[in-house]
C-alpha cells in the first residue's frame, strides 16, 4: 500500500528526516516511536502533504501514485488522512458543513453524487455514537472552544466518517486521560480492517496497550534505527530511548 | 503653480455645488419656508468658505477624494425617475424575519414600496421630507444638533438635505421589529449626488434595531454621500447596522454622529462590501457614566477598491466602556485605511477602552494603512489597542485540504472563518446568515473573473 524509499526533508532548511524506508502492507498496524524531536511528525506531515516540510530525496509510493506529486487535498481523495497533534480551529464553520464538504469533494473524485442529507446525518449519527459523542459537536464550529480531548476526539471521528485507505495518527494520545485515551483508541480499532492500514506515530507506549501494532519502528535523529514486533514497544517502555541510540540504522524488508 | 490656479482648482468642485444651491432651493417648494430651511443655508454660507479635504489634511492623508471631483454630480430631488419594483426591492432588503421598512430610491423616499404601517404608539418611522413638511419643529430640534459642520462633505450634505431616513422612539419603548431602510442608488441617465440625511433618537429606556442598507443598482457613476445623526439616551439600547453593497464605481461617504446618554448601550456594525471609494467616518460622544459603545467592522475589498474607516470614540464622563472590532479582508490592488481615535477627557476616570483592528491581505499588491490614536487625559483608565495584518495561515489551510477538500474552499473557509467573529455580533440570526451569504458570493464572484 506504501512504500517510502530514502526519504529526506527539511524543514526551515534543517535536515530532519535524514533516510527513511518504511513499507505498509494493507491490514497493518505500524506505530513509529522516539524522543522528541526525532522526525515523527515531520513524516507524518510530509505523508500527508504540508508544503511547510521541504522533500529533499526519496519517494513515497501509496497505492502505485508518486504521492510527493499530488497536493494535500488529492492525497486525501486518494485514501491518506493525518489526525493531527494540534488540530485547527475553525470559527464559522459548523463540524457538519466542514465534514460535508470534505466528504462530497471525496465523492467527487471517485464520481459518485453527493451524499443525502438524511444518509449524512444517519452516518454521523452512527459514527458519534462509536465514540460516545454528543451530538451537538456536530452543529458547533470546527474544534472551537472544545477541550485538548474534544479535539483529538473529533479527528478520530473525522477519520470514521471519511473512511480513509490509511490512517496517520500524529500524537493523538498527547494530552488525553485514560478514559479518553480508550474512547479513541477505541475508534482506532473500529476503523480498522483488512483493507486498510494505520500508521501510529507516539513518544510513549500507553496508546499501543490499545491499538496493538503490528510492526514498531524507532525513530532516531531522522533515520529508523530499530524495527520490531508489538514488544519492541514494551521494551522502549521499560529501558526509555537511551539504550537504542547508538544502534545502526536498520534496512527494513518487509 | 500660481496662487490663483491653486485655489480655482481646489475649490472648484465647491463652486459647482453652491452653483446649483439656488435651483436646489427652487425644487424646495413649501419647505423652502420650513425652520429646517435655515440650517440648510446656514451650511451653505458654511461651504461657501470650505475646500475638499486634500491629503495634506491629517484626517484624509492616506484617502485622495479627487476621483470625486472629477465629476459634476446632480444634486438627486427624484425618486421616480427610474423604475423600481418590489422585486426589484426584495432582492435587497433581508429576509426571513419581520420588519418595518422605508425604501429610498436614489435618495427620496418611495412611499409605494415602504411598509411602515401598524407601528407602536408614538413611534415615528418616516421620512426626512415627510416630516420636514408635517413636523418640521420636532425635526429642527434634532437636525444638526448632534453633528457638526467639520467639513465640506458634511456641509454638502446639510446644505442639501432633502431626504432621508428618520426614526424618532419615545421612552419606555421596546420596539418589537427591527427597523430596516434600504437605500436603492440607480444613477441611469446623470451622475447623481445622494445625500441621505438620516436621524435616530431613541428616548430613555428604549430599545431598537435598525438596518441601513445602502445598494447600488447599477448605471453610472454617482456619490453617496450621508450624514447620521443618532442620539441615544439615558438606559437606551441601540443596535445599528450598516450594511453597504454599493455599485464598484460609486463613491460612498459617511458620517456617523452618536450622542450617547448615561446608561446606554450602542451598538455600530459596519458591512463594507461595495463602492470604489469609501469613507466613513463613525463617532460617539459618551456623555455620561455607565454607558457602553461597540463598533464592529467588517470590510471586503478588492480591485483597486480604496475603503477608509475613520473611528473617534469621546469619553466625556467616568465609568464607561468602549470596544472595537475592525477586520478586513483585502485582495488584488485594493487599499484600506483604519483609523480609530480614543479621546478619554479628564472627567472620564475608570475609563475602559479596547480596539482591535485585523486584517487579511490575500494579494502582496493590497495595502492597509492603520493608525491608532489613544489620547488619553484621565489617570485611571484601562485602554489597549491592536493591530495585526497578515495572510491566511497556511497550516490552518492544510489543515483543511487535509480532508480532501480543495484550495480555493479552503481559503473562503478560512476567510468566512477571520469573519466571523464580527458577523458572529450580529443579534438578529436571519441577518447574520445572509451577510454570510454576501462574503461568500462576493469571494466567489472573484473566483470566476479570475478564470
Redesign the interface.
Known amino acids: 500500500m506504501l512504500s517510502i524509499k530514502n526519504l529526506k526533508a527539511n524543514v526551515e532548511g534543517k535536515e530532519i528526516l535524514k533516510g527513511i524506508d518504511l513499507s505498509v502492507n494493507k491490514g497493518e498496524v505500524h506505530a513509529i516511536m522516539g524522543p522528541n524531536g526525532s522526525g515523527k511528525s515531520t513524516l507524518a506531515n510530509v505523508l500527508?502533504?504540508?508544503?511547510?516540510y521541504e522533500v529533499t530525496e526519496g519517494e513515497i509510493i501509496f497505492e502505485g501514485k508518486n504521492l510527493l506529486e499530488m497536493?494535500?487535498?488529492d492525497?486525501?481523495?486518494d485514501g491518506?488522512?493525518?489526525a493531527?497533534q494540534y488540530?485547527?480551529e475553525?470559527?464559522?464553520?459548523s463540524n457538519a458543513t466542514?465534514?460535508k464538504?470534505?466528504?462530497n469533494?471525496?465523492r467527487k473524485?471517485y464520481g459518485q453524487p453527493e451524499i443525502g442529507t438524511k444518509e449524512f446525518m444517519d452516518l454521523i449519527r452512527e459514527k458519534s455514537k462509536l465514540l460516545g459523542m454528543d451530538e451537538a459537536l456536530i452543529s458547533r464550529?470546527v474544534n472551537v472552544g472544545f477541550s485538548g480531548g474534544e479535539k483529538k476526539r473529533n479527528e478520530i471521528f473525522?477519520l470514521l466518517m471519511?473512511n480513509p485507505k490509511l490512517a496517520l495518527l500524529d500524537e493523538t494520545d498527547s494530552g488525553l486521560d485514560i478514559d479518553a485515551l480508550k474512547i479513541v483508541a477505541n475508534g482506532v480499532n473500529l476503523f480498522k480492517n483488512q483493507n486498510n492500514a494505520v500508521i501510529v506515530v507516539t513518544h510513549y507506549q500507553r496508546l499501543l496497550n490499545y491499538i496493538i501494532p503490528d510492526f514498531v519502528h524507532v525513530l532516531y535523529k531522522g533515520k529508523i534505527i530499530k524495527s520490531g514486533g508489538k514488544e519492541l514497544a514494551l521494551e522502549l517502555e521499560e529501558k526509555g530511548y537511551d539504550w537504542i541510540k547508538n544502534e545502526e540504522p536498520v534496512e527494513q524488508n518487509l | 503653480m500660481s496662487e490663483t490656479n491653486k485655489k480655482q482648482s481646489a475649490s472648484s468642485g465647491i463652486e459647482w455645488y453652491l452653483e446649483k444651491f439656488s435651483s436646489f432651493e427652487n425644487k424646495l417648494n413649501g419647505r423652502f419656508q420650513s425652520p429646517i430651511h435655515e440650517i440648510r443655508k446656514k451650511a451653505a454660507g458654511l461651504l461657501f468658505g470650505m475646500d475638499f479635504p486634500t491629503i495634506k489634511n491629517e484626517e484624509w492623508k492616506y484617502t485622495n477624494i479627487s476621483p470625486i471631483l472629477k465629476f459634476n454630480f446632480i444634486p438627486s430631488v427624484n425618486a421616480d425617475v427610474v423604475n423600481v419594483t418590489k422585486e426589484h426591492i426584495d432582492s435587497y432588503v433581508f429576509n426571513d424575519f419581520d420588519y418595518h421598512l422605508l425604501v429610498f430610491v436614489n435618495g427620496i423616499y418611495f412611499r409605494e414600496l415602504s411598509r411602515a404601517e401598524n407601528l407602536q404608539d408614538g413611534i415615528i418611522i418616516d421620512s426626512f421630507g415627510n416630516l420636514e413638511k408635517n413636523n418640521p419643529e420636532l425635526l429642527k430640534k434634532y437636525v444638526n444638533k448632534f453633528s457638526i459642520i467639520d467639513n465640506a462633505f458634511n456641509a454638502l450634505n446639510t446644505a442639501f438635505a432633502y431626504d432621508g431616513a428618520v426614526v424618532i422612539i419615545p421612552d419606555n419603548l421596546i420596539v418589537e421589529k427591527p427597523i430596516q431602510i434600504l437605500f436603492l442608488n440607480v444613477s441611469e441617465k446623470e451622475n447623481l449626488l445622494i445625500q441621505p440625511r438620516n436621524l435616530v433618537v431613541a428616548g430613555k429606556n428604549s430599545q431598537s434595531k435598525i438596518i441601513i442598507n445602502y445598494r447600488g443598482a447599477g448605471g453610472k457613476e454617482y456619490f453617496d454621500n450621508i450624514v447620521t445623526e443618532i442620539l441615544a439616551d439615558e438606559n437606551s439600547v441601540v443596535d445599528f447596522y450598516k450594511v453597504q453593497k454599493e455599485n464598484e464605481n460609486a463613491f460612498h461617504i459617511e458620517k456617523v454622529q452618536a450622542v450617547q446618554k448615561r446608561s446606554s448601550v450602542f451598538n455600530h456594525y459596519n458591512f463594507v462590501f461595495g463602492g470604489s471609494l469609501v469613507r466613513n467616518d463613525i463617532n460617539s460622544i459618551l456623555d455620561g457614566e455607565g454607558i457602553e459603545c461597540h463598533y464592529y467592522g467588517l470590510y471586503l475589498t478588492n480591485k483597486k477598491r480604496h475603503v477608509d474607516n475613520h473611528t473617534f470614540v469621546e469619553h466625556a464622563k467616568p465609568n464607561c466602556m468602549s470596544n472595537e472590532l475592525y477586520k478586513g479582508i483585502m485582495d488584488d490592488e485594493s487599499r484600506g485605511v483604519f483609523n480609530g481615535k480614543i479621546l478619554v477627557r479628564k472627567d472620564a476616570q475608570k475609563t475602559n477602552a479596547y480596539q482591535s483592528n485585523k486584517a487579511i491581505l490575500l494579494s502582496e499588491k493590497a495595502r492597509l494603512d492603520t493608525k491608532p490614536q489613544l489620547e488619553i487625559f484621565a489617570d485611571d483608565v484601562k485602554c489597549s489597542h491592536g493591530a495585526a495584518i497578515g495572510s491566511l495561515d497556511e497550516l490552518s489551510e492544510f489543515y483543511i485540504r487535509s480532508r480532501g477538500v480543495p484550495e480555493d474552499i479552503a481559503k473562503s473557509m478560512l476567510i468566512r472563518a477571520f469573519a466571523s467573529d464580527v458577523i458572529e455580533q450580529t443579534k438578529i440570526e436571519e441577518l447574520k446568515e445572509q451577510l454570510n451569504h454576501i462574503v461568500f458570493e462576493q469571494l466567489h464572484r472573484k473566483e470566476v473573473t479570475n478564470k
Open positions: 500527508a502533504g504540508n508544503k511547510s497536493e494535500p487535498e492525497r486525501a481523495r491518506i488522512f493525518l493531527f488540530p485547527i475553525i470559527a464559522g464553520i466542514f465534514l464538504t470534505a466528504l469533494e471525496i473524485y464550529y473525522q471519511l
